[in-house]
C-alpha cells in the first residue's frame, strides 16, 4: 500500500486516477441518491450499455478517420444523454413497455459499441477497459471534462434540490405543487447518464450500477434525509473508490473490480452495523 503514496508523488498518471475517481464519486453519492430513492437503477444499467456504442464510435472517429478532438469520454456522453432521452420519451408518452424499450437500447448500444470497436486497431485492449474500466489511463483532458460535468451536475442538483425532493418521495404531491414531473424525470435521467459516463471511467460499463447504488444503499442504512444520504454517500463512495486504487495497485488487481469489491464490503457492514443498533435498541426497550 505505501508504494502507491510513494508512486503518487512522481505519476501524474496516478495522480489523475485518483483526482478522477474522486470527482466522479461527487456525482455518483449525489445522483446515486436520487436514483437510489426514485428506483430506476435499471434504467441506469441500459444507460450503462448503450454508452459502448459512443465509446466504440468515438474511437474509430480518433483512430480511423483522425477526428483528434473525439475522445471516448465525450462519445461516451453524447451516447448516454441520447438513450436517456429516447428513454424519458418512450417511458411518459409511448405504449410501449418500458422493460421491452429499455432492452432495445440496451442490445442496440452495445451492438453499435462492438461493430465500430472491432473496425478500429487494438480493439480488443479497448473493449475491455470500456467493460471493466481502466482509470490509470484517465488522460488530463479527461479529468477536464469529468470535472466539468461534476460542477453541472452539482448545480443542477442544488438549483433544483426542493423538486428532487417531491419527485423522489412523493409524486403525487409533486404534481399538486404544480411541478413538471415529466420534465424533471427527465432532467433526473440525463444526470443518471452524466454520472454513467463517469462512473464508466472508474469501473466500467459492466460494473457501473453497483457503484451508482451500493454507496447510496449504505448511507440509506442510517439516514433517511435526502441532503444527508447524499453527503454520506459521496463520502462513502470516495472511500471505497480510494481504498479500491491502494489495494489494486500494487498487487495489480483490477481497480474497477476492486473498488466494486470494496463497496460490497462497505455496504454490508452497513447492513449488519444497523441491524445490530436495531436489536440493541430492541433488547433496550424490552428492558
Not at 503514496?5 to 505519476?11: C, E, M
Not at 441520447?82 to 411518459?92: E, F, H, N, R, S
Not at 480488443?124 to 471534462?145: A, P, Q, T
Not at 481504498?243 to 462497505?266: C, D, K, N, R
Request: hydrophobic share 55%; aromatic share 8%.
Amino acid at each position: 500500500m505505501s508504494l502507491f503514496w510513494q508512486d503518487l508523488q512522481s505519476s501524474n498518471l496516478l495522480l489523475y486516477a485518483l483526482a478522477t475517481g474522486v470527482l466522479a464519486s461527487v456525482a455518483c453519492g449525489v445522483v446515486g441518491t436520487l436514483v437510489s430513492i426514485r428506483h430506476i437503477t435499471y434504467i441506469a444499467g441500459a444507460i450503462a450499455h448503450c454508452t459502448l456504442g459512443g465509446m466504440g464510435a468515438a474511437r474509430y472517429l480518433q483512430k480511423v478517420v483522425g477526428i483528434g478532438w473525439m475522445s471516448p469520454l465525450l462519445g461516451a456522453t453524447i451516447a448516454a444523454l441520447l438513450a436517456a432521452v429516447v428513454i424519458g420519451l418512450v417511458t411518459a408518452y409511448a405504449e410501449e413497455r418500458v422493460d421491452t424499450v429499455l432492452s432495445a437500447v440496451w442490445s442496440v448500444g452495445m451492438a453499435i459499441g462492438l461493430v465500430f470497436i472491432s473496425r478500429t486497431p487494438g480493439y480488443n485492449e479497448d473493449l475491455m477497459s470500456y467493460l471493466f474500466g481502466n482509470i490509470l489511463m484517465v488522460s488530463l483532458h479527461d479529468l477536464y471534462l469529468v470535472a466539468a460535468l461534476d460542477v453541472v451536475i452539482l448545480l443542477i442538483c442544488v438549483l433544483c434540490y426542493n423538486r428532487f425532493l417531491a419527485l423522489c418521495f412523493d409524486e403525487e404531491f409533486a404534481w399538486l405543487r404544480g411541478i413538471n414531473v415529466r420534465a424533471y424525470d427527465m432532467l433526473l435521467l440525463c444526470l443518471t447518464a452524466v454520472t454513467v459516463v463517469l462512473l464508466t471511467q472508474v469501473v466500467g460499463i459492466i460494473m457501473v450500477i453497483a457503484m451508482l447504488a451500493l454507496p447510496a444503499a449504505a448511507a440509506g442504512q442510517f439516514t433517511r434525509r435526502l441532503v444527508s444520504m447524499m453527503i454520506a454517500a459521496v463520502a462513502l463512495s470516495i472511500l471505497c473508490t480510494v481504498i479500491g486504487l491502494v489495494i489494486s495497485y500494487e498487487p495489480e488487481f483490477p481497480a474497477g473490480a476492486t473498488i466494486i469489491l470494496t463497496a460490497t464490503v462497505v455496504y454490508s457492514l452497513a447492513v449488519a452495523g444497523r441491524q445490530f443498533v436495531r436489536k440493541r435498541s430492541r433488547d433496550v426497550s424490552i428492558r
